[in-house]
T-cell receptor
Framework: GQNIDQPTEMTATEGAIVQINCTYQ??????LFWYQQHAGEAPTFLSY??LDGLEEKGRFSSFLSRSKGYSYLLLKELQMKDSASYLC??????????WGAGTKLIIKP | DGGITQSPKYLFRKEGQNVTLSCEQN?????MYWYRQDPGQGLRLIYY???????QKGDIAEGYSVSREKKESFPLTVTSAQKNPTAFYLC??????????????FGAGSRLTVL
C-alpha cells in the first residue's frame, strides 16, 4: 500500500529552527509537496520538490532524497504565526496525491 | 482577487437529510477536487473533475455525488447514504490534474456536523 509518515506533533521555541520529517512509500513518484494549514483554514502551498536536493524559499527550505523516500521541511527564525499543521503529500505514478496526516507545530515564546 | 469560495462555512444536518456544499472558483482552473479531512488522517479524495461534464470517483466516493456543469462550479452533495458525514470538507482546484507540479489552491472549507 501507499503510505506517508510524519510526526503527529512537534514543539519549538520562537526564533529557533525546526525540521519536520516526511517519509513515503508510494507507487511511483512525480513530486513531493508541503502545505501549511492553520487551524480551521485552507491549506496553502509551501514547496514542491521533484529532484534530489534542497530548495530554499525565504525562511522555509525543503529537502528531498528519492532513494531514501525522505523529505524534510526546515523552518528558520520561527515566528508565532508559524504555529500550524504542515502537510506532506506525494504525487504517485497516476498523478494522484497521497497525503500524510500532517504535523502540528506548536511555537512557544 | 482570484480564489475559491466554499459555502456554507458551517452546516448542521439531521440524519437522513441530503446536503449540498458549494464550491466556486474564478482562477480559470480546469481541474477541481473535493477532499475530506478528519482528525489524525491525511486528506482523502472524494471526487475530482478534469473538465466540464466529466468527473471521477476518488478513494471515498460512496455516499457522495458531484456535478460539473460549469468550469467555475463543482458542488458536492452529501447524501443520506454516507454513514459518517461529520467532517471538514475542502474544495480545491488546479490548472490540470495530469502533471507533476500540480499545485492545488484550496477553499476555506466547510464543516459539516450531523446531529
Amino acid at each position: 500500500g501507499q503510505n506517508i509518515d510524519q510526526p503527529t506533533e512537534m514543539t519549538a521555541t520562537e526564533g529557533a529552527i525546526v525540521q519536520i520529517n516526511c517519509t513515503y512509500q508510494t507507487s511511483g513518484f512525480n513530486g513531493l509537496f508541503w502545505y501549511q494549514q492553520h487551524a480551521g483554514e485552507a491549506p496553502t502551498f509551501l514547496s514542491y520538490n521533484v529532484l534530489d536536493g534542497l530548495e530554499e524559499k525565504g525562511r522555509f527550505s525543503s529537502f528531498l532524497s528519492r532513494s531514501k523516500g525522505y523529505s524534510y521541511l526546515l523552518l528558520k527564525e520561527l515566528q508565532m504565526k508559524d504555529s500550524a499543521s504542515y502537510l506532506c503529500a506525494v504525487m504517485d505514478s497516476n498523478y494522484q496525491l497521497i497525503w500524510g496526516a500532517g504535523t502540528k507545530l506548536i511555537i512557544k515564546p | 482577487d482570484g480564489g475559491i469560495t466554499q459555502s456554507p462555512k458551517y452546516l448542521f444536518r439531521k440524519e437522513g437529510q441530503n446536503v449540498t456544499l458549494s464550491c466556486e472558483q474564478n482562477l480559470n482552473h480546469d481541474a477541481m477536487y473535493w477532499y475530506r479531512q478528519d482528525p489524525g488522517q491525511g486528506l482523502r479524495l472524494i471526487y475530482y473533475s478534469q473538465i466540464v461534464n466529466d468527473f471521477q470517483k476518488g478513494d471515498i466516493a460512496e455516499g457522495y455525488s458531484v456535478s460539473r456543469e460549469k468550469k467555475e462550479s463543482f458542488p458536492l452533495t452529501v447524501t443520506s447514504a454516507q454513514k459518517n458525514p461529520t467532517a471538514f470538507y475542502l474544495c480545491a482546484s488546479s490548472r490540470d490534474q495530469g502533471s507533476g507540479a500540480n499545485v492545488l489552491t484550496f477553499g476555506a472549507g466547510s464543516r459539516l456536523t450531523v446531529l
